[in-house]
């Protein structure tokens, strides 16, 4: 299916990634470009405030994996734990995991792992009076703060890291795009930061190209990029890439 399919991923660094695996054993022709680079935001007093005051909270969200990698960092180096009286949520099971190796509980969406799907689960639907505190790494989560607000007492960010765009990286992703099959995007930050499609070539036909993400409000924002090929996946959990990709490329 995916034989000498050009697939462009961009986004952050890891370890392993099972999507980056996938293709590479479906002999998919990848270009992948760790294009978010990430780093503490450990020196900032919203921070030091945040972890000082973390019992003030009823329930506390981690975005992403990094965000409780970092929370974790920034707990051993002040020598910290969490309380346990804080109930812990997360927007996807790579987090919820790790979430799980210092306290027990983390409750986390079992099929879409969203914002939206979060905010789905019946925990999330009485938090009236609550305080809630949303790690994250320096933007996003508008609407999970944002609808949490419509119940909850105050809803915080903890911006515990930072992510940067590279871009020397930028520069080879924009120019690789127009010579691709498929761009696989996970981040606002990144589908933005390309920018719009005429403004990288105007006399490219952009209509070949297929943007991949997983959630609708991403495909809205390539909508506004120009973006003409569309396919929004479940979950970007491989499973739902996966899936996707066949329906790209049946």
Same mark, same amino acid.
């Given at each position: 299916? =995916?034989?000498?399919?050009?697939?462009?991923?961009?986004?952050?660094?890891?370890?392993?990634?099972? &999507?980056?695996?996938?293709?590479?054993?479906?002999?998919?022709?990848?270009?992948? !470009?760790?294009?978010?680079?990430?780093?503490?935001? !450990?020196?900032?007093?919203?921070?030091? $405030?945040? @972890?000082?005051? =973390?019992?003030?909270?009823?329930?506390?969200?981690?975005?992403?994996?990094?965000?409780?990698?970092?929370?974790?960092?920034?707990?051993?180096?002040?020598?910290? *734990?969490?309380? &346990?009286?804080?109930?812990?949520?997360?927007?996807?099971?790579?987090?919820?995991? &790790?979430?799980?190796?210092?306290?027990?509980?983390?409750?986390?969406?079992? *099929?879409? @792992?969203?914002?939206?799907?979060?905010?789905?689960?019946?925990?999330?639907?009485?938090?009236?009076?609550?305080?809630?505190?949303?790690?994250?790494?320096?933007?996003?989560?508008?609407?999970?703060?944002?609808?949490? =607000?419509?119940?909850?007492?105050?809803?915080?960010?903890?911006?515990?890291?930072?992510?940067?765009?590279?871009?020397?990286?930028?520069?080879?992703?924009?120019?690789?795009?127009?010579?691709?099959?498929?761009?696989?995007?996970? $981040?606002?930050?990144?589908?933005?930061?390309?920018?719009? &499609?005429?403004?990288?070539?105007?006399?490219?036909?952009?209509?070949?190209?297929?943007?991949?993400?997983?959630?609708?409000?991403?495909?809205?924002?390539?909508?506004?990029?120009?973006?003409?090929?569309?396919?929004?996946?479940?979950?970007?959990?491989?499973?739902?890439?996966?899936?996707?990709?066949?329906?790209? @490329?049946?």
């Amino acid at each position: 299916m =995916l034989e000498n399919k050009k697939i462009l991923v961009l986004k952050s660094r890891r370890g392993e990634d099972d &999507l980056l695996e996938y293709l590479r054993d479906s002999s998919a022709i990848l270009t992948y !470009f760790p294009i978010i680079e990430t780093e503490s935001n !450990f020196c900032s007093k919203a921070v030091t $405030s945040a @972890f000082n005051n =973390l019992d003030k909270y009823k329930l506390a969200i981690f975005v992403s994996p990094n965000a409780v990698k970092f929370t974790f960092e920034y707990l051993d180096n002040m020598k910290l *734990t969490l309380p &346990l009286e804080v109930s812990y949520f997360a927007v996807g099971k790579v987090s919820a995991k &790790l979430l799980c190796e210092r306290v027990d509980n983390v409750i986390y969406p079992q *099929t879409n @792992f969203s914002s939206e799907g979060l905010l789905e689960l019946p925990q999330l639907k009485k938090v009236s009076g609550d305080r809630i505190l949303i790690f994250r790494g320096g933007q996003g989560s508008e609407i999970l703060r944002d609808s949490l =607000l419509l119940k909850a007492k105050s809803v915080d960010y903890c911006d515990i890291y930072q992510r940067k765009i590279n871009k020397s990286y930028l520069a080879q992703a924009r120019q690789k795009m127009k010579d691709v099959d498929c761009l696989v995007v996970f $981040s606002a930050q990144v589908l933005s930061s390309l920018g719009n &499609l005429n403004a990288i070539c105007s006399k490219q036909d952009w209509s070949k190209l297929t943007l991949l993400v997983s959630s609708r409000r991403l495909a809205k924002i390539g909508e506004e990029l120009g973006y003409k090929s569309i396919k929004v996946a479940n979950t970007s959990l491989v499973e739902s890439m996966e899936l996707a990709f066949s329906e790209i @490329f049946r």
